[in-house]
């Protein structure tokens, strides 16, 4: 196939982004466009007027940790209990959060507190539609809808001074009025299921640690109320206070208890062991001397520091194997991965003062805090799930393997001093053995009580810390900054909002053109055809407006366009105008040289190759040239009717040899121009357009015609065109901007890739001025 290309069409190989294209396409689908952006502002301004004021009110808690240093299991406890299911029911039902108010008035939504001075729930309140109703007279009644049905049931009635200085209690309810509440006034109102209020108040509620030691709480709350939502931030607070002081005053008073019945006994022990002393001194009149006692204070301080050693390895050996037990249960099918309960006991081990002395564990202990401290930030602006917190996890459990080698190292130690302990004490008391019969006695006598006088010492100083702990303790958690009323909401910017939705249904808009024209791969333009066929534009012609002519059948159809053939007379009109250039650019640009016969095909019905066909024709015979117009389209031809003619005989009955030349040649009214009609349909008319009358044809009609001009079917319902093109001087090939297939083009082109057809160029039919827009079909093929 010989192709014939522009001069700047090697600069057009690589596909490169046509931003004219996508502004041409911005600019023709405005509308689309416009009822995008009106698809998504307008809902979106209409649900941010029906939104509600929102507003929000914070306050900052201190923690007070007398012991000094992070308590990072503490700070976890704290974490846990705020976001606990209990602590918001607690927290629900003193605040009353069921109630909904959905009445709006002038000024806008009606607020709680211009109602209701108290509200509060048990955890289960009856759930439903309730009505509150005030009489002029001073009166009140308090009705709930029957589920199911319009039928109002009565609750209450009575006084409304009643329950403005008192409280009204019904279906779990428990509320009181503010004073001066304008009479008269009805007040609807819903109660939602508790269990629902639980969950949204879990969801509005935030906690953020504003420091990396955990002492400093900010807890916030959002509400359509502004006086409720800074009360509820502080009754919050006040209730999470007196909660946790709770908590620890009982566990203090607890162990207070506990230290005071150890103490007791103690102290029975040691006065009983003081009256058999002395009791033994006076009956036996002995007494030791001075290297005997201090082999006694020697024995004394070996016990006890054996004690302290049983102690220690008793404590570490519960800590691990509460370890482990932890460690089995995070195995388990339903275990909860962020459990803290391991890092409570990881924390309490690396934390023991038995390792105080060893550098290796004090290192560990530093870097857990440090990786505890950094979960907990991350975990509290994000979630336990987040990446990030589930690195640092992996670290901290790693960080548990090594402080657990550090633990079973060091207690190794500890085991082994605690063996040497016990046998510096069988020394002692083998020494002690020696002594005579009632210096032996008295040495023990003495001995145990200076280890129950020890004992009771040691047992009052924790007696008394504890003591002062639990009278401190209510110091422990304050309000440092309770929350205030919130001047404004939070979502007051709504004009803002809305102005950023229309902004973002235009850039939607746009960008559903913008892919819509991405996605397009149809030939649109020129530059299309030059780029992904190869192939020169012989000329482009505007669209035609045949809107009216597709009700027709297509006998009709072609009727209607017969009296619009655009090239019939000399009238300067822009389709005519085109057909001309095109006329120009054939006969005349010397890289096709001299055409004589030409076959005019397109891809695929209704890219317009038959009308361009005839107004080609018509503009060559205007030249004075004896031009010659076949309907070689043997399958579905129409130019007879175009032109007003017989259709038979015809084209396909002289390929017969039916009828001689002269009986097919049609004149028409514009001069110089014969027409051919495609005559009676046949089986088989590829094989006649390449049989030797097919040649013969030829051979006759350029002896009697300047120029030969085949409209041939389309590539994709017959190959006529690539048989003739073989035939004849050059094939033209015509495109329907915005309908022809790129893809499909191309395919088809390669037809005539090796057969000896000269495809000439292409006309690209249906543009607009600018050759951009997809144009409409001239007729129904």
Not at 339 to 358: K, W
């Amino acid at each position: 196939m010989d192709s014939y290309f522009l001069d700047e069409e090697e600069s057009l190989d690589v596909e490169t982004l046509d931003l004219r294209r996508y502004y041409r396409a911005l600019i023709k689908k405005w509308w689309l466009v416009a009822i995008i952006t009106l698809a998504v502002t307008v809902p979106w301004a209409i649900y941010l007027k029906s939104q509600p004021p929102i507003y929000e009110a914070a306050a900052l808690i201190r923690f007070k940790n007398f012991a000094g240093g992070d308590d990072v299991s503490l700070i976890q406890t704290r974490n846990t209990e705020l976001r606990s299911r209990s602590f918001a029911q607690r927290v629900v039902a003193q605040l009353g959060l069921c109630l909904v108010l959905e009445q709006k008035t002038e000024d806008g939504f009606l607020n709680r507190s211009d109602i209701f001075a108290e509200f509060s729930t048990t955890q289960t309140p009856v759930s439903g539609d309730y009505f509150l109703r005030l009489t002029a007279d001073g009166r009140y009644s308090l009705s709930m809808i029957i589920p199911d049905t319009e039928r109002e049931k009565q609750l209450k009635t009575g006084s409304v001074a009643d329950i403005t200085n008192g409280l009204c209690v019904v279906n779990g309810l428990s509320f009181r009025l503010v004073r001066n509440v304008p009479l008269p006034l009805e007040v609807p109102f819903r109660i939602m299921s508790f269990r629902s209020a639980v969950e949204s108040f879990q969801s509005r509620i935030n906690v953020r640690w504003e420091d990396r030691a955990g002492t400093l709480m900010r807890l916030t709350l959002t509400d359509t109320d502004p006086k409720v939502v800074a009360e509820m931030t502080n009754r919050l607070a006040e209730i999470y206070i007196a909660q946790s002081s709770s908590v620890k005053k009982e566990m203090s008073q607890a162990r207070v208890k506990i230290l005071e019945e150890q103490l007791q006994k103690a102290r029975e022990e040691l006065e009983a062991s003081e009256r058999e002393l002395v009791q033994f001194k006076k009956k036996y009149e002995v007494a030791l001397d001075a290297d005997q006692k201090g082999q006694l204070n020697q024995l004394a301080l070996l016990e006890k520091k054996r004690d302290d050693l049983e102690t220690t390895l008793k404590t570490l050996n519960d800590l691990l194997q509460k370890k482990e037990e932890e460690e089995r249960a995070l195995a388990g099918p339903d275990a909860d991965p962020y459990a803290t309960d391991l890092r409570y006991v990881m924390n309490e081990i690396a934390s023991h003062p038995a390792f105080d002395g060893s550098a290796a564990m004090l290192i560990k202990r530093s870097r857990l805090k440090d990786l505890e401290t950094q979960w907990r930030a991350i975990v509290n602006s994000t979630t336990e799930r987040n990446i990030k917190a589930r690195q640092v996890l992996a670290q901290i459990r790693s960080l548990h393997t090594e402080i657990e080698q550090i633990a079973r190292r060091e207690m190794i130690g500890i085991q082994q001093e605690l063996e040497q302990t016990k046998r510096e004490i069988a020394q002692q008391e083998y020494k002690l053995k020696q002594l005579p019969a009632r210096e032996s006695e008295l040495s023990e006598l003495t001995r145990r009580n200076s280890v129950l006088a020890k004992k009771y010492q040691d047992l009052l100083a924790k007696s008394q810390d504890a003591t002062i702990s639990a009278a401190v303790e209510t110091g422990d958690i304050e309000i440092l900054d309770p929350a205030i009323v919130p001047d404004a909401p939070t979502n007051k910017d709504k004009k803002q909002k809305a102005i950023l939705g229309g902004l973002f249904g235009i850039l939607l808009g746009m960008g559903v053109v913008v892919v819509t024209e991405f996605l397009n791969k149809t030939l649109r333009s020129v530059d299309d055809v030059r780029r992904y066929l190869k192939l020169p534009i012989l000329g482009t012609i505007p669209q035609i407006d045949f809107s009216d002519v597709f009700d027709f059948q297509d006998s009709e159809k072609v009727k209607q366009i017969d009296q619009q053939l655009v090239t019939h007379d000399y009238s300067p009109t822009p389709i005519g105008e085109a057909y001309r250039s095109l006329r120009t650019n054939l006969m005349f640009t010397k890289e096709t040289g001299r055409i004589r016969s030409l076959v005019i095909t397109s891809n695929e019905p209704g890219d317009g190759k038959s009308f361009t066909a005839a107004n080609l024709s018509i503009t060559l015979a205007q030249l004075r040239s004896n031009t010659l117009l076949v309907d070689g389209d043997l399958r579905r031809g129409v130019l007879h009717n175009t032109f007003g003619v017989a259709k038979e005989p015809g084209f396909s009955n002289y390929l017969q040899d039916v009828v001689p030349l002269q009986s097919i040649l049609n004149p028409t009214q514009i001069p110089n121009l014969t027409l051919i009609s495609c005559g009676s349909l046949i089986p088989n008319p590829s094989e006649l357009l390449g049989s030797h009358q097919m040649q013969r044809f030829l051979d006759e009609v350029r002896r009697k015609f300047d120029l030969i001009v085949f409209d041939t079917p389309p590539l994709n319902a017959a190959t006529d065109a690539v048989v003739l093109g073989t035939q004849v001087d050059g094939t033209v090939i015509v495109i329907r901007a915005g309908k022809t297939h790129r893809d499909l083009a191309k395919s088809k082109l390669e037809l005539f890739s090796n057969v000896p057809a000269r495809v000439i160029g292409a006309i690209l039919n249906g543009t607009t001025a600018d050759m951009a827009h997809p144009g409409y079909s001239y007729y129904h093929y």
